[in-house]
């Protein structure tokens, strides 16, 4: 009750997202030393020099990205997979893209732990998103980018949502919200915050 508190105290109010983030338990995504730590609203430290974004964060993300049941969703930046699990509560279908193939594997078998069959982990450049996978819902990238990337813009279906991190640096970050209408695209700010750059290329472990 108490994580549910927070989060609502930090303006996460959209009831299908509260349901799946009671659902999901963080402390499955957070290992070693850091484990008593899992339900705090803080980031942590994960493998492959990544962090998990602190509860509250992922809920106002996934709120924003205004998730239907019939949604197919990419999430860039696999990290814990404690996001994408929250989104398969949410959606028809995830896809799920990390550098890190490490990462992959082991959101993996959490996945495969949680039986949660609508969702699939590549390994790759998330920058490209998954061209074979395309077109998507919705799109959630979990790195900070300097600019949407274009391959990941011209993923987004019609009527389709894309939210991200923007940034130059880990200190100026702006979280946004991006609408593919008849016309182009539509970008909304939302909030403040700080995440791990998006970096093109593989992860060497």
Not at 9 to 35: N, P, Y
């Amino acid at each position: 009750m108490r994580f549910l508190f927070a989060l609502r105290s930090r303006g996460v109010t959209d009831g299908r997202v509260l349901t799946a983030m009671e659902k999901v338990d963080r402390g499955r995504f957070v290992k070693g030393v850091f484990a008593s730590r899992a339900y705090e609203d803080m980031p942590l430290p994960i493998s492959c020099g990544q962090t998990i974004s602190q509860p509250s964060v992922v809920g106002l993300m996934t709120q924003a990205l205004q998730v239907g049941p019939r949604d197919t969703v990419l999430e860039v930046g696999t990290g814990s997979g404690y996001q994408a699990a929250i989104l398969s509560q949410l959606a028809r279908r995830v896809y799920t893209v990390d550098r890190w193939r490490r990462l992959v594997r082991e959101a993996g078998e959490i996945f495969r732990e949680m039986d949660l069959t609508n969702v699939t982990g590549f390994t790759g450049d998330g920058s490209f998103g998954l061209p074979d996978q395309a077109p998507f819902d919705r799109i959630l990238v979990t790195a900070a980018a300097e600019d949407p990337p274009g391959p990941l813009l011209a993923q987004l279906k019609p009527g389709g949502i894309m939210v991200l991190p923007v940034g130059q640096s880990d200190a100026v970050q702006q979280l946004i919200r991006v609408r593919r209408g008849e016309n182009g695209f539509e970008y909304e700010e939302l909030r403040p915050v700080r995440f791990v750059p998006l970096v093109e290329g593989l992860g060497s472990e």
